[in-house]
């Protein structure tokens, strides 16, 4: 693994505004058909935002076929950083043209085989099932030396199939970050982490983008990148998991989902610094930590009594917890007696 990290402080400044990416679309959208507010199709005589002969010829022309989270994110942001977009384009119309409206230009309705054969970089920023379909649609437009790349995370550059007997180049870039919305995706992406694999030519631009987005680097390879998407699933999706089991405890509690965040939030942010800090286990605390048996049967039968849908999960992750304690130093009564509570009766 080669592992590098820059300093994202400048960029949290931005001022951003806009609470939705649809909204920012409209507010900062400048198109020709306003009275409608329908997106327009490019006409004949229209142009990509930049041709092959782009004057900008120290940067490399980008294009993006699929324009979520993440493709909206990388567009808006190599846009920022002074590479020429030859375009955006998506299956539903509507989701590029909110993308030209963050990056304020005007909308240019492309096909996919129009965006393919004007980028020196083509993102295809679609769901993973989809990259290497999509691929095979338009390789035919690329021409050698092309940077074909996605950012799936479970996926390397194996799913481009014959791209290096073609002449491309290739690109995996997954961003260590969630996503949940446009506006979010572009104040989120700098100076996150990002998990590469590629061709030489294709790491190469990948780390340059990294750098321009002051973000860190790490390099996994195509057969390790499942197991690295499980290691992001642990961190991201299963601490919401956690929350929608802690916010339905607060339910029976009568606290409504909206206050129990609001009031979990400064526990569960001291919780992660101390473990970025100090690391997972020497930062545990809790009942389990300090081998307090007693709290723990009361909990589980609180939760069988109240939220028996919870109580296989409270054990398991503290089955987990117990663990932890033991390396940490907990001693070996203090473990039988803790595995013991958590006995299913």
Same mark, same amino acid.
């Given at each position: 693994?080669?592992?590098?990290?820059?300093?994202?402080?400048?960029?949290?400044?931005?001022?951003?505004?806009?609470?939705?990416?649809?909204?920012?679309?409209?507010?900062?959208?400048?198109?020709?058909?306003?009275?409608?507010?329908?997106?327009?199709?490019?006409?004949? +005589? /229209? *142009?990509?935002? @930049?041709?092959?002969?782009?004057? $900008?010829?120290?940067?490399?022309?980008?294009?993006? &076929? #699929?324009?979520?989270?993440?493709?909206?994110?990388?567009?808006?942001?190599?846009?920022?950083?002074?590479?020429?977009?030859?375009?955006?384009?998506?299956?539903?119309?509507?989701?590029?043209?909110?993308?030209?409206?963050?990056?304020?230009?005007?909308?240019?309705?492309? +096909? /996919? *085989?129009?965006? @393919?054969?004007?980028?020196?970089? $083509?993102?295809?920023?679609?769901?993973?099932?989809? &990259? #290497?379909?999509?691929?095979?649609?338009?390789?035919?437009?690329?021409?050698?030396?092309?940077?074909?790349?996605?950012?799936?995370?479970?996926?390397?550059?194996?799913?481009?199939?014959?791209?290096?007997?073609?002449?491309?180049?290739?690109?995996?870039?997954?961003?260590?970050? /969630?996503?949940?919305?446009?506006?979010?995706?572009?104040?989120?992406?700098?100076?996150?982490?990002?998990?590469?694999? #590629?061709?030489?030519?294709?790491?190469?631009?990948?780390?340059?983008?990294?750098?321009?987005?002051?973000?860190?680097?790490?390099?996994?390879?195509?057969?390790?990148?499942?197991?690295?998407?499980?290691?992001?699933?642990?961190?991201?999706?299963?601490?919401?998991?956690?929350?929608?089991?802690?916010?339905?405890?607060?339910?029976?509690?009568?606290?409504?989902?909206?206050?129990?965040?609001?009031?979990?939030?400064?526990?569960?942010?001291?919780?992660?610094?101390?473990?970025?800090?100090?690391?997972?286990?020497?930062?545990?605390?809790?009942?389990?930590?300090?081998?307090?048996?007693?709290t723990v049967a009361a909990h589980l039968q609180a939760l069988e009594k109240r939220a028996p849908r919870l109580a296989p999960v409270y054990r398991e992750m503290?089955?987990?917890?117990?663990?932890?304690?033991?390396?940490?130093?907990?001693?070996?009564?203090?473990?039988?007696?803790?595995?013991?509570?958590?006995?299913?009766?």
């Amino acid at each position: 693994m080669q592992l590098t990290c820059g300093n994202s402080q400048s960029l949290r400044q931005w001022p951003f505004f806009l609470t939705s990416s649809v909204s920012a679309a409209i507010l900062g959208l400048k198109m020709t058909a306003r009275s409608s507010g329908r997106p327009r199709a490019r006409t004949a +005589s /229209s *142009r990509p935002i @930049a041709s092959r002969h782009s004057p $900008l010829a120290n940067r490399k022309r980008v294009g993006f &076929i #699929g324009a979520g989270r993440v493709g909206c994110a990388v567009a808006w942001h190599c846009h920022r950083l002074g590479h020429p977009v030859a375009g955006v384009t998506d299956l539903q119309p509507k989701q590029a043209w909110v993308v030209y409206g963050l990056m304020k230009e005007k909308y240019e309705r492309l +096909s /996919s *085989r129009e965006v @393919a054969a004007a980028s020196e970089v $083509l993102f295809l920023t679609v769901p993973d099932a989809h &990259i #290497g379909p999509v691929f095979e649609s338009v390789r035919r437009w690329l021409i050698p030396g092309t940077i074909v790349a996605h950012c799936s995370g479970a996926f390397g550059p194996e799913v481009f199939a014959h791209a290096r007997e073609q002449g491309l180049g290739t690109l995996a870039l997954h961003p260590v970050q /969630s996503f949940s919305s446009h506006s979010q995706a572009i104040r989120s992406l700098p100076g996150s982490f990002f998990a590469a694999d #590629g061709s030489a030519s294709g790491l190469l631009f990948g780390h340059r983008l990294v750098r321009q987005l002051q973000g860190g680097w790490v390099i996994v390879r195509g057969r390790d990148r499942p197991l690295y998407h499980v290691m992001c699933v642990f961190a991201s999706n299963f601490v919401s998991a956690l929350f929608d089991a802690a916010e339905e405890i607060a339910g029976e509690l009568g606290i409504s989902r909206r206050r129990a965040g609001r009031m979990l939030e400064p526990l569960a942010r001291t919780a992660l610094d101390n473990i970025v800090a100090q690391g997972a286990g020497p930062s545990l605390t809790g009942p389990v930590e300090r081998g307090d048996a007693l709290t723990v049967a009361a909990h589980l039968q609180a939760l069988e009594k109240r939220a028996p849908r919870l109580a296989p999960v409270y054990r398991e992750m503290s089955g987990r917890l117990v663990e932890m304690a033991r390396r940490k130093g907990l001693d070996k009564a203090a473990v039988r007696k803790m595995e013991k509570a958590l006995e299913e009766r």
